[in-house]
């Protein structure tokens, strides 16, 4: 059984910052598993925002690259993303992922995940 739990997520001006974090378990350890962060805004398919493997390497889309750094902390069993320069079309519900049978994430268009968290809101207003 995994479960992740996101918190941080909020209302922002444009140009503002937020970080998300998101809590892991599971029956094997949050440093051997790819995880990720997705988000959903209101009448558009859910997306995937960034990735980090069991190694530390990164993959970001290109609408967050730059702006969106992740990251994680394997002692504290917790993932992090910070959002800086926010814009308005960010505003989205936010979801913490994660495939704990993987150590690399790969592509982020062949990206499968087997867990979710429930998701924190973020809103950045213009």
């Known amino acids: 059984q995994v479960t992740l739990v996101e918190s941080g997520g909020g209302s922002v001006q444009a140009g503002g910052s937020l970080r998300l974090s998101c809590a892991a378990s599971g029956y094997t350890p949050m440093s051997t598993w790819c995880m990720a962060w997705f988000r959903q805004a209101p009448g558009k398919e859910r997306e995937v925002g960034a990735t980090?493997?069991?190694?530390?390497?990164?993959n970001y889309a290109d609408s967050v690259k730059g702006r969106f750094t992740i990251s994680k902390d394997n002692a504290k069993n917790t993932l992090y993303l910070q959002m800086n320069s926010l814009k308005p079309e960010d505003t989205a519900m936010y979801y913490c992922?994660?495939?704990?049978?993987?150590?690399?994430?790969?592509?982020?268009?062949?990206?499968?995940?087997?867990?979710w968290g429930q998701g924190t809101q973020v809103t950045v207003s213009s």
């Open positions: 992922a994660a495939d704990p049978f993987r150590r690399y994430c790969g592509s982020l268009s062949a990206l499968i995940v087997n867990y």
């Open positions: 980090i493997d069991s190694y530390g390497s990164t």
